[in-house]
């Protein structure tokens, strides 16, 4: 239920963004557990805190025409919003993707205010992208693209002002002709105004396995505050991207055994345990389809083409492939199959009735914006190395990693005993971020 404070609110956010659902959800999702937060901080009701945090401070949308490799000329539509910068430059990926509109970027760069700001790091919220769909592109279409893409968002970013980097659709490759066309069109070396880049050209070491390792490094600490841990436990990983294949990773370097994950063609089970080299040489290097691992892989492991990879029974599920992907039914298949942990790796993974759910059972669950926030946080640490001209070890850079990721789950934690909520991450991970973007809303006056 919305605080009686908060429902004009919501209303007035329905009222003046019709048809945006996703961004609707994720505005309802914030509000409601924010409530509490009024009664102890009245000022942030009277500023009008939140209706700011609301409403963007900026939102570009552009056209991006691009030519194929048969010369004909395609027009498709870019996007970037810069929704606040109360604690630092906008701060969030883009999206290639053909699902992506004005809404799925307001929900993304909303989201990205608290997830950023749960970090500690001083860093704003924004996103970004595209309904380009690089799937099925010659690597010359995906760069001349990115290189029409960045000659009209150039005018708009830069280290001090607002630091894209990649999400869905845009990976290393991507960002590297971004880049190398805001080079070409500044005719500066600014470093530090993407992440995400090559280790060559700037980039962070364990950037690439950041969001995986970060939330699993999460569900690891809310499995310790129950007394228990990954060992042992039985794991599915929904999707096979980046995120995907280094939460696997990460699991089973903490001794859990991931038997599942999908892509949009169905999932694949594997009881003796995913072979990650095999899944990153199908997806990675190759980039097919995850049949085709369970076809070399052979034995015990078996392709479901069509259905929802949550039919797998597990101790533990991580969602790492894209918004809404559990819903209610999904989440009573898991609470039934015996789970007793969810670590959303992607954006807003789970639909409000699967929290539900979830939360009435007793399932510990690690809302996105919290479990993770190791990917924008590493995007943070990348931009530190770029300003003063550094480079990191790996084992340095997972240490940070390890300790930002344990730093959020703490004050998620004690948030919500300090709100009466004990147990709650969703209500710890919205306040604690809520409160300290409203603290510097505050002390900046009407920003």
């Not at 309802?28 to 937060?37: F, Q, T």
């Not at 089973?252 to 949009?264: E, K």
């Not at 063609?265 to 049949?291: H, M, W």
Request: charged share 25%.
């Amino acid at each position: 239920m919305l605080h009686e404070k908060l429902s004009p609110v919501y209303d007035n956010v329905l009222r003046r963004n019709p048809g945006e659902t996703e961004f609707h959800q994720a505005v309802r999702e914030v509000l409601e557990s924010i409530g509490p937060a009024l009664g102890k901080h009245p000022e942030y009701a009277e500023s009008k805190i939140i209706e700011r945090i609301c409403e963007p401070e900026r939102q570009v949308i552009f056209r991006v025409p691009w030519e194929d490799d048969r010369g004909e000329v395609h027009i498709n539509r870019g996007f970037r919003v810069e929704f606040n910068s109360a604690l630092g430059p906008y701060k969030g990926g883009l999206r290639f993707h053909p699902s992506v509109y004005l809404g799925i970027v307001k929900f993304l760069g909303f989201e990205q205010i608290f997830k950023n700001s749960l970090t500690g790091l001083p860093i704003g919220g924004g996103k970004g992208g595209s309904d380009f769909d690089p799937k099925g592109r010659s690597q010359r279409e995906i760069m001349r693209f990115c290189q029409s893409f960045m000659t009209e968002l150039y005018r708009h970013i830069g280290e001090h002002t607002d630091v894209p980097a990649g999400d869905i659709g845009v990976g290393g490759r991507e960002v590297g002709y971004l880049f190398g066309q805001y080079k070409r069109i500044t005719n500066r070396y600014e470093s530090g105004v993407i992440t995400g880049k090559g280790l060559s050209f700037g980039g962070a070491q364990v950037r690439t396995e950041a969001t995986g390792y970060g939330c699993a490094f999460f569900v690891d600490e809310m499995l310790k505050a129950r007394g228990t841990s990954f060992d042992g436990k039985r794991v599915v990983v929904s999707g096979s991207g980046n995120v995907a294949i280094y939460t696997i990773e990460k699991i089973q370097q903490l001794g859990g055994t991931v038997v599942a994950c999908s892509d949009s063609s169905g999932y694949v089970v594997d009881d003796q345990g995913i072979d990650l080299a095999l899944l990153k040489q199908v997806k990675e290097v190759e980039r097919l389809r995850v049949d085709v691992y369970a076809k070399r892989r052979g034995g015990a492991a078996s392709f479901v083409p069509g259905r929802s990879v949550w039919e797998v029974p597990c101790e533990v599920a991580m969602p790492s492939a894209t918004q809404n992907e559990i819903t209610g039914r999904d989440a009573e298949l898991l609470v039934r199959g015996g789970c007793i942990a969810v670590g959303e790796g992607a954006n807003m993974p789970t639909m409000p009735e699967g929290v539900r759910i979830f939360q009435e059972a007793g399932v510990a669950f690690g809302p996105g914006k919290a479990a993770n926030a190791g990917g924008v946080a590493t995007s943070a640490l990348e931009m530190q190395q770029n300003a003063s001209r550094d480079s990191w070890t790996f084992e340095f850079s997972e240490r940070r990693l390890a300790e930002i990721m344990r730093d959020i789950h703490g004050r998620c934690l004690a948030t919500a005993d300090e709100y009466g909520m004990p147990g709650n991450y969703v209500a710890g991970a919205n306040i604690d971020g809520f409160k300290r973007v409203a603290d510097a809303m505050l002390a900046l006056g009407l920003i």
